[in-house]
C-alpha cells in the first residue's frame, strides 16, 4: 500500500513537471505580442522592444521557464505585466470562489444523485426507476448555460426571490452570500446531479447482478438489505471515481455558469486574461487547473486503496 | 419507496413550469423599491470593457480613461456634453497672435488627492512628461508643443511649434491629464490627481470603487461614492439592473434587450451619440480594393438604414465618415452614395470585379458579429461573397489587421474622439488611404484661424468620401438606462472620459 | 460542466466502463430483440442524421440571407420555426446547425477514435514501459480538459469550428486509449489468446484477429458516448464565442444569440435548446442501449 502510493506520487511529480513544459512551450504559440497589446495602436519599435524588455519576454526561453517554474514551486506566480499587481494573491481569491461553488454543486448533486441513482436501479423496472432515468437523461441533454438562463429568468426576473448574479464573499455578509450562491449551485447541481444519477444507478445495477449479492438475498435478506450491507462499499468506488473527476474538471467547466451569473471564479479569469494576453497570468492559471486534476486523480487512486479490500490485499 | 414517485413527476412538473414561465414576457421585473433614494449616498454603473490596469499613460485602451478622467485626474480643459470646450483646471486662456502660445490662468486652492498643491510647475512636469515617459500612441498629440513655461504659480505658458486647432481639444482627453511629482510612482494601482474622486479599491476585471474626496476644489459630487463594475455579459447586465444591482447602465451593447425597459416606469433609458464609428473598412492597398469602383460599388450596395434596423435594432445614426455631428466641422455628406444594388452591379462590371470572393475579418465583438452577417448578406446581392474570418478582439486583430494590415475587409468600432486625421491622414495606417491630396489641406486647416479650420476639415471630408476611402456603416448610439431617481449619467459618449461629478439620487 | 457532463473514466477504467468479459472469441450479435432504450436512441440520432442529410437537398429557405423586412417573426406556416433577428428562417437554419454538429462530433470524435484505439491496444499488448510511457501521456492529456483545450487553441489559432473539434478530439482521446487498453488487458488474459501467444502468432495478427472483434462494443459505446459530449462542448463553447463562427448556422451559436431575445422572443431560444438536447440524449441513449447489449450483466441482471 505506501509502495504503491508512492509510485502514485512519483507519477504526480513527474506527470505535473512534464505538464508545465508543455503549458510554457504552448504558451509561447498563442499569437498577439503582449508588449504590442499593451501599448495599442502604432506603438514605434523602440517603445515595442522597451517594453518585452521590461516583460522579460526578450530574454531566452530557457531563462523565462525556469524562472516561472521555480516561481510555481516557491507558489509565487509573479507579478503581472498587464494588470501590474501580484497574480498569486487574485488566483487564490479565485480559486477560493470556484472551490466554494464547485464543492458546493458536488455536494448537493451527491446527495440527491444516490438515494434517486439507487431507487433507479432497485426498482429499474418500474415507473420510479424508470421515470428517475428519464428525467436524469433529459438533466444530462440540456447544455447547462441554458439551465442557468432559464434559473435567472424565473427566479429573479419573474419572482424577484434571488439576486440574478454576482457574489458576496461569505465572510462579507453570510445570509448575502447564500443567497447569491442558491441559484448557481443549483443550476450546476441539477447537471451534475442528473450525471452522477446515471453512474450511481449503472455502478449499483452492476453489484446487483453479482454472485455474493444473489447469495445474499438467498439467504433470506431483502433486496435493499442486501443490497446497504454488502453492495454499497462495492458501487462506491465508480461514484468515487466520477465525483473527483467532475470536481477538477467544473473547476474550469464553471466558467459558463460563471458568465451567467456574474461570478469571479478562475474560469472567466482565465478568458479575461487570454483576452488581456496577460501570458503569465493565463501560464499559471491553466497550471493551477492542471495541478488540481492531477492531485483529484492521485485522491482518488489513495481513497481507492482504502475502500476497495482487493485493492490493499494486491498491493 | 413507492411514495417517491410524486416527488419525481414534482421534479419533472417543476421543470416544465420553468420553462413555460421562462417563455412568458420579462416585463414585471422586481426591482428595488424607488422609495428611498434621494437618502441614497452611493450609485453602481455597469460598463463593458474592463481596464487591465489603472495607468493610461502605458497602456491602451478606453477603458482607463473612462474611470479616470474627469472623475480621478483632471486636465486645464474639458469637453462639455455638446462637444464644447470649457475651462477646469484653468479658469481662462488667451492665444498668442501668431496663434503659437497659449497662456492660461490656473484656478487656485487646487490640491491633489496626495495634499499636494496644484500649481502651474504641474502642468510643466505633466505636459514634458509625455514626451519622456508614456508609451501609448496617444503621445504623439504633444508632440507640437515645444516648451512649456512657467511665468508663476498660477500661470503657464505653451509654446507650439506650429499654431495648431487640434492642440487644444487633445488636451481635453487623456493626453492633458494633470499628475503631480510625489504621485507616480505606481500609476497603475494608485492614481494621484485633482480630480472629485479618489481610487478606493480596484480589482481587475471586477470593479473600480471610486470616493469623494473631502478636500476637493470645486463643487462636491452628489453622491459619495460610485461603484464602477464591468460585466461582459449584456444580458448578465441587464439582469443586475433589474434586480437592483447596478443603478445604471452605461453604453449597453445589447439594444435588443433595451425594449423592456422602455415600458417600465421604474426605469429611464436614453439612447445619446458617442463619439464611436462602427466602420467597414476596407484595404486601399490591395486587390480588389485598390480600384475606387469597388469601394464605391461595396458603398452603394449597403442599405446602412437596414443594418442599423436589424443588426443594432434601430439604435444609431447615419454618417458618412469619422466624423460625428457634434465635432465643429461636421458636414452632412450621408447621400454620397445612395442604396443602389445596380449601379454597385454596374461599377463592379466595369471594373472587371464580378463575383468577387473576398473575406471579411470580423473582431470578436457583440457589434462585429451583429453587422457582419448582414453586410455579407447585402454584399452577396451584388455579386460579392464575403467569407467571414472570426479575429479575437483586441488581440489578433491589433497584430493582425492594425499592424500587419493583412485583410481585405475588417470592421471596427473606433472611438476615439476627432479621429478623421488620425485615420485617413496617414498612408501606413491600417486602411492604407493615399493621403497625398487631404495632407496639405489638413496642414493648412490646423495651422488656419477658426473659420479656416472648419472649412479646411470639411474640404478634407469630402475628399476622403470622393474617394470612397472607407465606409462607415453607423454611428454607435451611447444607450443608458437608469434606475429612476439617478440622475446626472452623461447622456453622450462624446470623449472617453464618463463624467461621474454630476451623479445625484432625486 | 457543459463538457465534462459524460466524463472520461479515470485510471480505473475496467469498474466504471463495465466490460464483459469475452467469453467466447465473438459475440453474437443480433439475436435479441432491441431495447426500449436503444430503439428510442436510433430514433433520435436517426431524426438528426434525417434533418443533416436533407438539409443538403432542401431547406425551405436559403438560411444564410437576411430579409431584414422579416425579422423577429413567431412561428407560422410561412416560417415554421419564425425567424431571427436578420429575418432569416430560423427551420432552415436549424435543420443546416445538424449538419455542423453532426460534423463536430465526427470529427472530434474520429481524432479520439483513431488515436486513442490503437495506442490503447498497443499499451494492452505490449505492456512494460511502453504502456507506462502511453498511460502517463494519456494522464497528461487528460488533466486538460476540452474547454480549457478549447480556450487555448481558440487563442493561438482564432475561434472556429476547427480549433473547437480538434479542442474536443484530443481532450476525448484518453478516454479511448483506456477503454481500448482495459479491453486488450482482459481479452489478453483469455485462454484462447494465451494459445494463440502460445502458438506463436505476432502480436500485430492477434490485435487484428482476437482483440479488435472484443472490444468494438465497447468502443463503439465510447464513440456514442463522446458524441453526445462532443454536441454539448460545441454548444458550450459557441456560448463562451470560441465555437463555430458567423454565419454558419450551428445551434450553440443560435442559442446564444437567442439568450438576448428570450424575453420576448422566446421561440428563438427553445428550437435550438430542444434539437440540442434531443441530440445529446439521442446518443447517451444509443450508448446505454448498445453497453446493455455488450454487457449483458447490466440487463437487469439476466444474461
Known sequence: MAIRLLVNLVRFAATFLVATVVVFLFMRLIPGDPAQVALGVNASPELLEQMRAQFGTDRPLAVQYLDWVGGLLRGDFGVSYVTRQDISPLVIDRLQVSLILVLTAMAVALLVAIPLGTIAAVRHRNFSGIAIGAVSQLGVAIPGFLAGILLVIVFSIQLGWFPAGGWTPPNQDFGEFLRRLFLPVLALASVQGAILTRYVRSAVLEIMSEDYLRTARAKGLSKTGALLKHGMRNAAIPVITVTGVQIAALIIGAVVIERVFVIPGLGSMLLDAVGNRDLLTVQSLVMVLVAITLLMNLLIDVIYTIVDPRMRKSS | ?506 | ?303
Open chain 2, 1 to 506: 419507496m413507492r411514495r417517491k414517485t410524486p416527488l419525481i413527476l414534482t421534479a419533472a412538473l417543476a421543470a416544465a413550469t420553468a420553462l413555460v414561465l421562462a417563455g412568458c414576457s420579462a416585463g414585471s421585473g422586481g426591482s428595488t423599491g424607488a422609495a428611498d433614494t434621494a437618502e441614497r449616498t452611493s450609485a453602481t454603473i455597469a460598463l463593458t470593457a474592463a481596464p487591465v490596469n489603472l495607468d493610461f499613460t502605458t497602456t491602451a485602451g478606453a477603458a482607463i480613461p473612462q474611470a479616470l478622467m474627469s472623475n480621478v485626474y483632471e486636465g486645464l480643459v474639458e469637453i462639455n456634453q455638446e462637444g464644447e470646450i470649457v475651462p477646469l483646471l484653468a479658469k481662462e486662456w488667451s492665444l498668442s497672435d501668431d496663434r503659437k502660445t497659449y497662456t492660461f490662468t490656473l484656478n487656485e486652492g487646487v490640491t491633489f488627492s496626495n495634499g499636494e498643491p496644484f500649481t502651474a510647475a504641474d502642468v510643466k512636469f505633466s505636459f514634458d512628461r509625455v514626451k519622456t515617459d508614456w508609451t501609448t500612441t496617444l503621445k504623439g498629440k504633444m508632440d507640437v508643443v515645444e516648451s512649456v513655461e512657467v511665468l508663476s504659480d498660477t500661470e503657464v505658458a505653451v509654446h507650439l511649434t506650429q499654431p495648431s486647432n487640434a492642440w487644444l481639444f487633445n488636451i481635453a482627453t487623456p493626453i492633458g491629464a494633470i499628475f503631480s511629482p510625489s504621485g507616480v510612482d505606481d500609476l497603475a494601482n494608485a492614481p494621484v490627481g485633482t480630480g472629485p474622486y479618489e481610487v478606493a479599491s480596484w480589482t481587475p476585471n471586477e470593479s473600480l470603487v471610486l470616493d469623494t474626496r473631502d478636500d476637493y476644489w470645486g463643487d462636491a459630487p452628489g453622491v459619495e461614492q460610485v461603484t464602477l463594475k464591468y460585466l461582459a455579459d449584456a444580458t448578465a447586465t441587464t439582469n443586475a439592473l433589474r434586480t437592483g444591482d447596478v443603478d445604471a447602465i452605461v453604453n449597453l451593447q445589447a439594444p435588443e434587450l433595451v425594449s423592456t425597459f422602455e415600458e417600465d416606469p421604474a426605469f429611464e433609458v436614453v439612447s445619446g451619440t458617442s463619439s464611436g464609428e462602427i466602420s467597414l473598412s476596407l484595404n486601399n492597398r490591395i486587390a480588389p480594393f485598390d480600384d475606387v469602383r469597388v469601394r464605391q460599388a461595396v458603398l452603394h450596395a449597403l442599405d446602412r438604414q437596414a443594418i442599423i434596423d436589424t443588426a443594432w435594432n434601430g439604435y444609431g445614426s447615419l454618417t458618412a465618415t469619422y466624423v460625428t455631428p457634434l465635432e465643429p466641422y461636421y458636414v452632412d455628406l450621408n447621400d454620397a452614395y445612395e442604396y443602389n444594388p445596380e449601379k454597385a452591379k454596374e461599377l463592379l462590371k466595369e471594373a472587371g470585379a464580378e463575383n468577387l470572393d473576398i473575406t471579411f475579418k470580423v473582431p470578436t465583438r457583440p457589434y462585429a458579429q451583429a453587422v457582419s452577417e448582414i453586410v455579407v448578406s447585402q454584399l452577396a446581392a451584388v455579386g460579392i461573397n464575403a467569407t467571414i474570418e472570426s479575429s479575437e478582439f483586441p488581440a489578433v486583430w491589433l497584430e493582425d489587421v492594425f499592424t500587419n494590415h493583412n485583410y481585405q475587409m475588417t470592421t471596427v468600432l473606433a472611438v476615439e474622439a476627432r479621429d478623421l486625421l488620425t485615420v485617413f491622414n496617414n498612408p501606413d495606417y491600417y486602411i492604407g488611404y493615399d493621403n497625398s491630396k487631404i495632407a496639405p489641406i489638413a496642414a493648412e486647416a490646423d495651422a488656419a484661424d477658426e473659420a479656416g479650420y472648419i472649412e479646411g476639415m470639411q474640404q478634407v471630408q469630402k475628399q476622403i468620401v470622393d474617394d470612397a476611402a472607407s465606409g462607415v456603416l453607423f454611428l454607435f448610439p451611447n444607450i443608458v438606462i437608469t434606475t429612476a431617481g439617478l440622475e446626472g449619467v452623461p447622456e453622450n459618449a462624446i470623449v472617453e472620459a464618463l463624467n461621474l461629478t454630476d451623479l445625484s439620487w432625486k
Open chain 3, 1 to 303: 460542466m457543459d463538457t465534462t457532463q459524460n466524463p472520461v473514466p479515470s485510471s480505473q477504467a475496467p469498474r466504471t466502463s463495465a466490460i464483459a468479459a469475452p467469453r467466447t472469441p465473438r459475440r453474437r450479435i443480433g439475436r435479441r430483440r432491441l431495447s426500449p432504450t436503444l430503439i428510442a436512441g436510433l430514433v433520435l440520432v436517426g431524426i438528426v442524421a434525417i434533418t443533416a442529410l436533407l438539409s443538403f437537398v432542401w431547406t425551405p429557405y436559403d438560411p444564410v440571407q437576411a430579409n431584414p423586412a422579416d425579422r423577429l417573426q413567431g412561428p407560422s406556416l410561412a416560417h415554421l420555426f419564425g425567424t431571427d433577428k436578420y429575418g432569416r428562417d430560423l427551420f432552415s437554419g436549424m435543420l443546416v446547425g445538424a449538419r455542423i454538429t453532426l460534423f463536430v462530433g465526427l470529427i472530434s470524435v474520429g481524432i479520439a477514435l483513431l488515436v486513442g484505439t490503437p495506442l490503447g491496444i498497443i499499451a494492452g499488448i505490449r505492456g512494460g514501459w511502453i504502456e507506462e510511457v502511453i498511460m502517463r501521456t494519456s494522464d497528461i492529456a487528460l488533466a486538460f480538459p476540452a474547454l480549457l483545450l478549447a480556450i487555448m487553441f481558440g487563442a493561438v489559432f482564432g475561434p472556429s469550428t476547427v480549433s473547437a473539434m480538434i479542442a474536443i478530439g484530443i481532450s476525448t482521446i484518453p478516454g479511448f486509449a483506456r477503454v481500448a487498453r482495459s479491453g486488450t488487458l482482459q481479452v489478453m488474459s483469455t485462454e484462447y489468446v494465451l494459445a494463440a501467444r502460445a502458438a506463436s502468432q505476432s502480436r500485430f495478427r492477434i490485435a487484428v484477429r482476437h482483440v479488435l472483434p472484443n472490444i468494438i462494443g465497447i468502443v463503439v459505446v465510447q464513440c456514442s458516448v463522446a458524441f453526445a459530449l462532443a454536441v454539448l462542448a460545441e454548444a458550450a463553447l459557441s456560448f463562451l464565442g470560441l465555437g463555430t463562427p458567423p454565419p454558419t448556422p450551428s445551434w450553440g451559436r443560435m442559442l446564444q444569440e437567442s439568450q438576448q431575445f428570450l424575453g420576448t422572443h422566446p421561440s428563438l431560444a427553445i428550437f435550438p435548446g430542444v434539437a440540442i438536447a434531443i441530440a445529446v440524449m439521442g446518443f447517451n441513449l444509443l450508448g446505454d442501449g448498445l453497453r446493455d447489449r455488450f454487457d449483458p450483466k447490466l440487463n437487469g441482471g439476466r444474461s
